[in-house]
């Protein structure tokens, strides 16, 4: 859940940088850049995170 959370706030990152690169047109600034990039490396870390202590629970 949080691995699939990741990716999709990252394309929302992805997009808003490819329509700054190529239509001009961001949506989102350089604050609301950092924070979406931010909120999807937390859930990457998390996502990994739980797979880690699942993977660590059925003995490794």
């Given at each position: 859940?949080?691995l ?5 706030v ?7 940088v490819a329509?700054g690169?190529?239509?001009g ?5 350089d ?6 990039l931010?909120a ?8 990994i995170l739980?797979k880690?202590a699942a993977r660590?629970?059925n003995?490794g």
């Amino acid at each position: 859940m949080f691995l699939a959370a990741s990716v999709i706030v990252f394309v929302v990152y992805f997009a808003n940088v490819a329509l700054g690169a190529f239509a001009g047109r961001a949506f989102l600034g350089d604050v609301g850049e950092m924070l979406v990039l931010f909120a999807a490396s937390i859930l990457f870390v998390v996502a990994i995170l739980k797979k880690e202590a699942a993977r660590e629970e059925n003995g490794g």
